[in-house]
């Protein structure tokens, strides 16, 4: 196993470290925790808490500031954080007006912030939640009850910050929230395993000429596994499935995340947004907003996701306001 890394156990302190010495004037920890916070709290708003298991970066982390979140919590490589952790961090970013947790839907996180938040409301926080179930591969998978939360989540992240920055009660920002989710249509594909550092073993197999349609951030089994074919015909067959979720009509507006997994190229992702793009226009289906890059990754795993959000006019303003992150900026 080729990896920059010390020891194992301590892959995700130094790497939270790491990103706080790089971005000082942004981003702060709570205690020694695995906790990343804005580094200037912003009072009299709802507080945005969202995390899970590392290996996903930019995800969480990167994501915390002006417009966005409040607050990361990271857990160990592909593993929920624990319920005390989250749990401190609602504490570290509550000014009063409540805490809206964003859960991606893995029965352990989902148990573990509804857990926190538990211990949150027994301390007077009141604290909601919405559970980013974007992934429209699977119904049920490994860790999973009902569709998975994958990249959508940064949509998600972007939005609903936004709104939570410019004032919308608790209530309301669930209520957007859930709107968001609804609109927003991911699916992704593997072209090769990731290294899990903390066990040195592949995260599964897959031959040489194989991709696997669907498959889960963590690894998880898609719908089917094929043999490699040009870009054009893997996105053809992806979108197919996500205009058919989607509800998409000409005219229509959508925002785009065309996401890598860690390992493929900026080129390839280029090359995926071309086709894209030019099937999007076919439709007369208007493209809003694009990102293409790596915002919820998977460790090295080669492979892709294809992200749709479809846009109302509250949705629209809130994609277009300025955020300020280490991993993200508008305006």
């Known amino acids: ?80 954080p624990s319920a005390d952790k989250v749990y401190e961090a609602i504490k570290a970013v509550d000014s009063g007006k409540g805490v809206l947790l964003v859960i991606k839907n893995y029965s352990g996180d989902v148990m573990n912030f509804e857990m926190a938040a538990e211990m949150a409301a027994m301390e007077g926080i009141t604290v909601s939640k919405i559970i980013v179930d974007d992934d429209i591969a699977v119904e049920n998978s490994t860790y999973t009850v009902g569709r998975r939360g994958i990249a959508g989540t940064v949509w998600v992240h972007k939005m609903v910050g936004a709104a939570a920055e410019s004032g919308y009660s608790l209530e309301a920002l669930e209520q957007f929230g859930n709107k968001v989710i609804a609109n927003t249509k991911s699916i992704g594909m593997a072209l090769k395993p990731c290294l899990v550092p903390t066990t040195g073993k592949l995260s599964f197999e897959l031959a040489d000429d194989e991709v696997e349609i669907g498959l889960g951030i963590h690894g998880e089994p898609g719908t089917h596994r094929e043999k490699i074919q040009s870009a054009d015909q893997h996105v053809d ?75 109302d006019s509250e949705m629209k303003q809130m994609l277009q306001a300025k955020a300020d992150t280490v991993a993200f900026k508008r305006g």
């Open 237 to 311: 067959h992806l979108l197919e499935k996500l205009l058919a979720e989607s509800n998409l009509s000409a005219e229509d507006e959508v925002a785009v995340l065309v996401n890598g997994l860690g390992e493929t190229t900026l080129i390839e992702l280029f090359i995926i947004n071309n086709r894209v793009a030019d099937v999007l226009q076919s439709k007369n289906i208007r493209v809003v907003d694009t990102l293409v890059g790596n915002y919820m990754t998977s460790l090295d795993m080669g492979g892709f996701s294809i992200t749709l959000s479809k846009l």
């Open 1 to 80: 196993m080729k990896k920059m890394i010390n020891q194992a156990e301590n892959i995700v302190s130094e790497m939270l470290l790491g990103m706080l010495k790089a971005y000082p004037n942004m981003l702060q920890q709570v205690a020694d925790l695995p906790i990343i916070v804005r580094k200037q709290k912003k009072q009299q708003k709802v507080g945005l808490v969202s995390g899970g298991g590392s290996g996903h970066e930019p995800a969480h982390a990167g994501f915390v500031g002006y417009g966005m979140l409040d607050a990361a919590v990271a857990g160990e490589v592909f593993t929920s």
